[in-house]
């Protein structure tokens, strides 16, 4: 039987009046609808007509064959609005291409709906047959992935569609299933990753707290651990103290303890002060509940975790000892500049690096050695070498004030210290302070960290003493614009995120008097202690101020203050936003664009970065644009990927202050990260004409390749090469020299065992990212460089067992040594040593030896008569040449140096004594379970440096000779 070439009998058939034959002309078009389509679409009118007749029994045949001619007319809108119209004739498990476009269209028309919220949605006259739809299809989708093997893409669906109720029958189905808890933990990190809505995210996130809640008891420890990663989004301080509480009280389980004590570790990790005092509260109203008197051994080790002196600590003894930085660096530095012009600016970068390559190590060892050349500084380059001695020392916090006493006000023998020093040291306490802070109940400021703690010792400092002398120096001094700026400084690092109210109308009395050097400080100071509140008096207050001031110091201020405020706030900072950049005040919007790039920070929002762009674009200040592009590093951190493709087009832009924007964002986005593609980018801008640019591009190229070896990136050693060479070269321009200062000491910085990381476990890390941002706010004022010190974190694991010590433990690296190891150390050469030469030879002293070979029997040899050397020693020469094989593996000892790229090939042995209780490997303090809790403890021995300035590199000196007679 030949096939029919045409359907024209068929449409012929539509218009009789026999409903019959119609309905049957309709069946055998849809089974002809592919092939004879644009022949049909001449026949629409007809068959919309038998569609929308009420008394036609085959409508939904009607409309179904109408949306497959839209399709195949590419008029999509249509296809889809007549594929609902069709209902359950329209078969979603089809696998033709119209079934597979108009499902796509059906997602992504509920999704859209969807996002304006469910009331919103009903609104919509095809939303009903969406709906079902919608679940009938996932739900199906569900049934058939019986192996999980389209679990992310089903998520990815459910969290786009806002249906909470088929992500949680998903969740549960898989954790019943796979008994495994990773669809949850994929779950929170597509929800903190991808999801916009403030509102809709803290849903999600509520939804999979109680789903992590409801889990099975043998997962309890993991599911724990990532509830509470939930709970910090959350800023639900109150369920994080009922888990807590629930682990310390469980007498039963055996790690109980542990996973409490590793929860208040990532804790004081990833919170700051107001949530863990809130934390800490908590937990002491739960006791006086409970009637627990004395307070229970395991809850003290947990308050005092919770107070960050053991991590501090911990941090501090592990910088000291693998300390790996020569002061021979520091001295050839020195000396490659001494004879530069505008010497004075090159001092100051020497003495700033000095402190970021020893930053937290205590070595101070170059300023005592160089006490004459660093009296060079003069003014607020005195203010600032005396602040390197925070961040030095930074937190050693058990002594902050003896390190400091020289320069502090009114100490004892501190004649001759000028109001720069003074103001320079109380800015330094507020850098050693940082990590911990200072703002605590008088009971918790008295918790400090397991063998540094002595009741009796009264060289111990305390950490409210410092705040409270902080606040005294600002009362005493009103008159000296170099103490109030130290002083606000330190007040506002030392009691970071406090909220406290009395500090607040200090600070805000200080701005007042409208001294730009003083207000501006007190104004930043008054954004760290408010730091991510979104306080409305604030606010209101610092923006109010910032219109009515002439001094353009102190607005920028007020502008850093109020991005330091609404950190984090996202959609409700938009208000403050929109009224900053429609200022005609360039300072104004200046601190707008902040404002934009603190709020949305690491979220990858897209249109806070069209905002950005736009700036970048449109405003007439360079200062503007400038900051315009480097924030767009901020809301990109966590998608460097993003910020490439985002800015690739302004590094070729006419205006350098664009270029520096461009080189900025890269080095703020892909920090510690080593991304060739941002190092490609900036490779080129390094180069670049503007002065200024090419320092820009050369701080970003070191924040980036920080911790990484030639191995990992060949171009780490050129780089280096380069810093050498620049800052040696007597015709370099200042800015560039200055850069390459800097870089070189942000590439060594803490003896080389310290990164820029601004994310972890999907986190915002508060304090680094703030510390990055005042960093960058050099360009108007050098001494906010030392503000780096918050970022950098050490780069360690440190295994703590349950009495909180350190136990021998072992972990296997599966890299060759060399792949992450630190540089070795770089030796200074010796002035004294001579070059060496070839000897010259007379020609009378050559023949009188050729006589004197004669006589003594010796024949010379010609070059024929060279004597013939052995096969086997030959081999043996070329063996002895050969480098030593490297061994494929490293064992790490605890504590150890561990690289952000390294975490990636460390492995757990499974037969070890000791296994943490979170599973795989993560920077900081890990709690270990004892396998063999009946054995000898072997402990690592602690460092105890004695003297605060002691110098690490002491201790390899060796011993003196033994006694020996004369012959």
């Not at 501090?316 to 020195?334: A, E, G, H, P, T």
């Not at 320079?424 to 918790?447: K, M, Q, S, Y």
């Not at 030469?837 to 070979?853: E, G, I, N, Q």
């Amino acid at each position: 039987m030949v096939a029919m070439s045409s359907v024209g009998g068929l449409l012929a058939l539509l218009e009789e009046d026999n409903k019959k034959l119609q309905a049957s002309a309709l069946s055998a078009l849809l089974a002809r609808a592919d092939g004879c389509w644009n022949e049909m679409s001449d026949s629409l009118k007809c068959i919309e007509v038998l569609y929308e007749s009420n008394t036609f029994p085959e409508r939904k045949k009607a409309a179904l064959l109408l949306s497959k001619v839209y399709y195949h007319l590419k008029e999509y809108s249509e296809a889809f609005i007549f594929a609902m119209a069709a209902g359950d004739m329209f078969d979603v498990t089809a696998k033709d291409e119209y079934t597979h476009a108009i499902v796509k269209k059906c997602i992504d028309r509920y999704v859209e709906l969807r996002e304006n919220g469910e009331a919103e949605a009903k609104k919509d006259p095809h939303y009903t047959q969406l709906d079902t739809l919608f679940t009938n299809l996932l739900r199906s989708w569900f049934k058939a992935d019986t192996e999980y093997e389209q679990l992310p893409g089903h998520i990815g669906i459910c969290i786009s569609s806002q249906r909470l109720d088929l992500l949680e029958e998903l969740a549960t189905d898989y954790v019943k299933t796979k008994h495994s808890a990773d669809v949850l933990s994929c779950i929170l990190r597509l929800s903190t990753q991808h999801v916009a809505n403030v509102d809709f995210r803290e849903q999600l996130l509520r939804t999979v707290v109680r789903l992590y809640a409801s889990g099975p008891e043998k997962l309890r420890a993991l599911n724990l651990i990532e509830m509470q990663q939930c709970l910090i989004f959350l800023n639900d301080h109150k369920e994080v103290v009922r888990n807590l509480c629930l682990l310390l009280d469980d007498e039963k389980a055996k790690q109980a303890d542990l996973i409490a004590y590793q929860l208040a570790f990532d804790l004081f990790d990833h919170c700051n002060q107001d949530f863990l005092l809130a934390v800490s509260d908590g937990i002491r109203e739960h006791l006086k509940a409970a009637e627990k008197t004395p307070t229970p051994d395991n809850y003290t080790k947990l308050f005092t975790i919770l107070t960050g002196a053991p991590t501090t600590e911990l941090q501090f003894q592990f910088l000291y000892s693998q300390n790996s930085l020569s002061i021979d660096v520091m001295n050839n530095l020195k000396k490659s500049v001494v004879h530069k012009k505008n010497s004075s600016i090159t001092h100051n970068a020497i003495v700033m690096a000095n402190s970021l390559m020893y930053c937290g190590t205590t070595c101070d060892q170059f300023l005592r050695d160089n006490l004459d050349w660093l009296a060079q500084a003069n003014n607020w380059a005195r203010f600032t070498a005396t602040a390197t001695l925070g961040v030095i020392n930074k937190g050693h916090v058990s002594q902050s004030m003896q390190v400091l006493q020289s320069y502090l006000p009114s100490a004892p023998g501190a004649s001759g210290v000028t109001p720069y020093q003074e103001g320079g040291a109380l800015f330094g306490l507020g850098l050693i302070h940082a990590p911990v802070g200072c703002n605590l109940r008088e009971d918790t400021a008295e918790l400090v960290a397991p063998g540094t703690s002595g009741d009796t010792d009264d060289k111990i400092t305390r950490p409210r003493e410092v705040l409270n002398f902080l606040i005294q120096c600002v009362q005493a001094n009103q008159q000296s614009e170099q103490l109030i700026h130290g002083a606000c400084l330190g007040i506002g690092l030392a009691s970071m995120s406090s909220k406290d109210e009395a500090i607040y109308d200090l600070l805000k009395e200080v701005m007042f008097n409208d001294n730009a050097v003083g207000g501006e400080a007190a104004a930043v100071a008054i954004g760290l202690v408010y730091l991510g509140s979104g306080d409305e008096r604030a606010v209101e207050e610092l923006l109010s101020y910032g219109k009515d001031t002439q001094h353009e110091k102190i607005i920028r201020g007020v502008g850093m203050s109020l991005s330091m405020l609404m950190y984090g706030k996202e959609g409700h900072a938009d208000t403050l936003i929109e009224d900053m950049l429609l200022s005609t005040d360039p300072w104004i919007r200046l601190g707008g664009v902040q404002v934009i790039g603190s709020a949305y920070a690491g979220t990858g929002n897209r249109k806070a970065i069209e905002r950005l762009l736009t700036v970048c674009v449109q405003d007439t200040s360079d200062d503007v644009r400038r900051a315009g592009l480097l924030e767009i590093g901020f809301i990109t951190f966590k998608e460097p990927q993003l910020c490439l493709n985002v800015i690739a087009g302004f590094a070729d832009s006419h205006n350098p202050n664009i270029r520096w924007g461009v080189a900025s964002a890269l080095g703020i986005a892909c920090a510690g990260s080593g991304n060739k593609q941002a190092v490609d980018m900036l490779w080129v801008l390094k180069d670049d004409t503007t002065d200024f640019v090419r320092q820009g591009a050369i701080i970003a190229l070191s924040i980036i390749l920080m911790q990484k070896t030639s191995k990992e990136l060949p171009r780490v050693k050129e780089f280096r090469d380069d810093l050498e060479k620049h800052i040696s070269d007597k015709y370099e321009d200042v800015l560039t020299q200055f850069g390459c200062i800097i870089a070189m000491g942000i590439m060594e910085a803490g003896g080389r065992n310290q990164n820029i990381a601004l994310h972890k476990n999907g986190h915002n890390l508060v304090k680094p990212i703030i510390g990055l941002r005042m960093f960058l706010q050099f360009w108007y004022w050098y001494p906010y460089i030392l503000m780096l010190s918050l970022a950098l974190q050490p780069t360690c694991i440190i295994a703590l067992n349950k009495d909180l010590k350190m136990p021998k433990f072992v972990i296997r690296s599966n890299a060759p040594p060399s792949m992450y190891s630190v540089p070795k150390k770089q030796e200074g050469s010796d002035e004294k040593e001579t070059k060496k030469r070839d000897k010259v030879v007379l020609s009378t002293t050559s023949k009188t030896d050729k006589r004197k070979k004669k006589k003594e029997g010796d024949v010379e040899m010609t070059p024929m008569e060279e004597p013939v050397v052995p096969e086997d020693e030959k081999k043996e020469e070329k063996e002895e040449k050969k480098e030593e094989v490297e061994e494929p593996t490293q064992l790490l000892h605890n504590p150890c140096r561990v690289t952000l790229g390294q975490l990636d090939v460390l492995q757990f042995s499974e037969d070890s004594r000791y296994t943490p209780v979170k599973p795989g490997a993560s920077m900081g303090v890990v709690i270990v379970c004892d396998g063999k809790p009946d054995d000898e403890i072997e402990l690592v021995p602690t460092v105890n440096p004695g003297d605060v300035n002691a110098n690490p590199d002491e201790k390899d000196e060796p011993g003196p000779p033994e006694p020996f007679e004369w012959p």
